[in-house]
């Protein structure tokens, strides 16, 4: 009740930012017990000093916001009249959405998606990126506007030579895209692609410049005869015995069994499994990049999952297949949401509930 008083109080003694810049900010004046509060949102660090709120602060803070922003960390400082709760929000991994086409456009498609992706309002706190078929890389490139990436699907492992049909990293540079997808589940299965040939192509693609999503994925199969670690574990390590900067790579995992098959995998299934490829990281890479490294999902995500999904604690975003083809591409891009629309929507709908009363 006290934690909807104070909501309340804040949505009327504020008014909303008209848009929000890319280092969000939103600060909220409350008077309690004497006191003004300023609350501020921020992706920068601060460097505010720590000191203890006073007890009915330390209640209210987290109680109010912690729901509200996962992997927050409150941070307070008080001067004679003011108390500051700054919320730094967890920036070192930006939440991240692959749309991958596969082989399911062609430049009157290209062209639609390209209409209302552009058309929507998407979340610049979240990298989006679009798979594209290579012959349509640099026609995908040029409609596009530059905060949606392109990557292909796939390249060799070597610069060039005679490899009919393949592509290579340079080519897809010289279209003008940053990223590739490899080890894509699609080409481990349909095409029977073996762990060294990706580890190979992901070193030559990352000597090359390019970014990486390396995908790792388990079966029906995996998952039924209990060896989904033991598959996904084994992939980790020949993947990372060809990372050379983890900085320039996302690991996607993709639950096949989930994947247009009418089952969905449950957001504990997913994060049981994204953990686990973040424990992987810690003890058999670094902290840093454990806790620096994007890992996201695929399978069957929609604009009915990916919220829930989204407030994952090791989930980072998504590699999106059919989905990607429609609008709701735009609900996954902003799935996590502004944490200060969160915010701010928390405070409307706890104002909304006083008036029913
Ligand atoms: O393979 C995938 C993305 O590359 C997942 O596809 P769906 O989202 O259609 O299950």
């Known amino acids: 009740m006290y ?3 104070l909501a309340s109080d804040v949505i009327k003694t504020s008014h909303l930012p008209s848009s929000l810049p890319s280092v969000l900010r939103l600060k909220r004046w409350y008077k309690l017990s004497m006191l003004r509060v300023i609350i501020t949102v921020t992706s920068q660090p601060t460097t505010s000093q720590v000191i203890p709120l006073t007890p009915q602060l330390q209640q209210l803070a987290p109680l109010v916001l912690t729901p509200l922003v996962p992997k927050l960390t409150l941070v307070t400082t008080t001067t004679t009249t003011t108390t500051s709760i700054v919320i730094k929000m967890d920036s070192q991994r930006r939440f991240f959405v692959i749309g991958n086409w596969k082989m399911n456009v062609d430049k009157s498609r290209i062209d639609s998606i390209v ?8 979340n610049p706190r979240t990298e989006a990126v679009v798979g594209c078929p290579s012959c349509y890389l640099s026609y995908a490139r040029q409609q596009l506007p530059n905060n949606i990436g392109v990557a292909a699907q796939n390249c060799y492992k070597v ?3 005679n490899f009919s049909g393949e592509i290579s990293a340079a080519m897809i540079e010289d279209c003008g895209c940053e990223w590739v997808i490899l080890g894509h589940p699609e080409r481990r299965t349909i095409f029977h692609e073996p762990d060294d040939l990706i580890r190979e192509k992901v070193a030559h693609a990352l000597k090359s410049g390019l970014k990486v999503v390396a995908c790792v994925c388990e079966t029906k199969e995996d998952r039924d005869e209990g060896r989904t670690w033991q598959v996904l574990e084994a992939q980790m390590a020949s993947l990372a015995a060809s990372v050379s900067d983890w900085s320039r790579v996302v690991i996607a995992f993709e639950a096949l069994w989930a994947s247009n098959t009418g089952v969905l995998a449950t957001p504990n299934q997913v994060q049981e499994v994204l953990s686990q490829l973040r ?7 670094s902290h840093s990049v454990a806790d620096t490294t994007r890992i996201i999902y695929a399978g069957s995500v929609s604009s009915d999952n990916c919220q829930e999904m989204a407030r ?6 998504f590699l999106v297949g059919s989905a990607a083809l429609r609008t709701d591409i735009i609900d996954i891009i902003n799935a996590r949401g502004s944490y200060v629309s969160r915010i ?14």
């Open 3 to 5: 934690c909807t008083r």
């Open 115 to 122: 209409k209302f992706m552009t058309a929507a309002s998407l």
């Open 159 to 161: 610069a060039k030579g």
């Open 279 to 285: 424990q992987w990281l810690r003890h058999n890479v």
């Open 312 to 317: 994952l604690a090791d989930l980072d975003g």
């Open 344 to 357: 701010v929507n928390f405070f409307s709908e706890q104002e909304r509930s006083l008036k029913r009363i």
